[in-house]
């Protein structure tokens, strides 16, 4: 049985106020849940004070981003041991808006995904299809595809350790989740490629997460797949409440 995981993408919501409110209504909701793994990542400059609030309770923090370059000339980024002492445990790589509004490539994910591993982070890779792509019947190949080019290029122990998360871009924000049978489908699809390229342990031990309009209505489907791991969430996530839910749900 993989464990799951609820994880909460806050995007480029919450001011350092917004996140020590939201943590003292959340920590009493979900003190007692231990059957899955609960995860924040709030925007960089609110993560020392998230990490602080949860401190010792069982959420752990996230980023969003990080540099592919330990240290260096370059302005507006992040590295993976600033994330790690800012009391970050995992870190999303490759979202969807990272590739869509700032040119990321696959490329960019295995090398950021590489230094996150060495640093002592744990990434969360994302993965997914547009519209477009899914009505002209590429949903297959773009995920083989991103894939390959990314989590792929990990060696065998490094991929053991990272989580994937399928998420459609058509689902991201719009509130059309997927329904549990389409996400069920590209989950299996991206499990066949982790067994292909690595081994039907690595397959199945792997955890895919789902990410795309997650509700407190319609997560108890989606889990109903035993494929679906957990979930991504963006907008759901950004209320203690409804965070919650999700997390007694899974
Ligand atoms: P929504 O849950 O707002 O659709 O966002 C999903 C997402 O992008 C999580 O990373």
Same mark, same amino acid.
């Given at each position: 049985?993989?464990?799951?995981? %609820?994880?909460?993408?806050?995007k480029m919501y919450k001011t350092i106020a917004d996140t020590r409110a939201?943590?003292?209504?959340l920590l009493p909701l979900v003190a007692g849940?231990?059957?899955?793994?609960?995860i924040i990542a709030p925007p960089f400059t609110a993560i020392s004070t998230a990490a602080e609030a949860a401190r010792g309770s069982n959420v752990a923090i996230g980023g969003q981003n990080v540099s592919w370059s330990k240290e260096g000339?370059?302005?507006?980024?992040?590295?993976?041991?600033?994330?790690?002492?800012?009391?970050?445990?995992?870190? %999303?790589?490759?979202?969807?808006?990272?590739?869509?509004?700032?040119?990321?490539?696959?490329d960019n994910v295995a090398k950021k995904s590489l230094i996150a591993?060495?640093?002592?982070?744990i990434p969360i890779v994302c993965v997914g299809e547009t519209q477009e792509q899914r009505d002209s019947? $590429?949903?297959e190949e773009v995920l083989r595809r991103q894939f390959i080019g990314g989590p792929g290029a990990l060696t065998q122990d490094e991929f053991s350790r990272i989580l994937l998360a399928y998420e459609p871009v058509w689902a991201i924000g719009t509130g059309r989740t997927a329904t549990p049978e389409i996400a069920a489908a590209a989950h299996r699809i991206l499990r066949r490629c982790a067994g292909e390229?690595?081994?039907?342990?690595?397959?199945?031990? $792997?955890? %895919?997460?789902?990410?795309?309009?997650?509700?407190p209505d319609n997560i108890q489907g989606l889990m109903a797949q035993e494929e679906l791991d957990g979930a991504l969430v963006g907008g759901a996530s950004l209320d203690p409440k409804s965070f919650a839910a999700l997390v007694k749900a899974a």
């Amino acid at each position: 049985m993989r464990r799951r995981v %609820i994880a909460g993408n806050w995007k480029m919501y919450k001011t350092i106020a917004d996140t020590r409110a939201f943590f003292s209504s959340l920590l009493p909701l979900v003190a007692g849940e231990k059957n899955c793994d609960i995860i924040i990542a709030p925007p960089f400059t609110a993560i020392s004070t998230a990490a602080e609030a949860a401190r010792g309770s069982n959420v752990a923090i996230g980023g969003q981003n990080v540099s592919w370059s330990k240290e260096g000339a370059f302005t507006g980024e992040v590295s993976a041991s600033m994330l790690l002492e800012a009391g970050c445990r995992y870190v %999303i790589i490759g979202h969807s808006e990272r590739r869509q509004f700032f040119h990321e490539t696959d490329d960019n994910v295995a090398k950021k995904s590489l230094i996150a591993m060495e640093t002592g982070l744990i990434p969360i890779v994302c993965v997914g299809e547009t519209q477009e792509q899914r009505d002209s019947g $590429l949903t297959e190949e773009v995920l083989r595809r991103q894939f390959i080019g990314g989590p792929g290029a990990l060696t065998q122990d490094e991929f053991s350790r990272i989580l994937l998360a399928y998420e459609p871009v058509w689902a991201i924000g719009t509130g059309r989740t997927a329904t549990p049978e389409i996400a069920a489908a590209a989950h299996r699809i991206l499990r066949r490629c982790a067994g292909e390229k690595f081994s039907v342990h690595h397959a199945s031990a $792997l955890r %895919i997460l789902y990410g795309g309009s997650v509700k407190p209505d319609n997560i108890q489907g989606l889990m109903a797949q035993e494929e679906l791991d957990g979930a991504l969430v963006g907008g759901a996530s950004l209320d203690p409440k409804s965070f919650a839910a999700l997390v007694k749900a899974a």
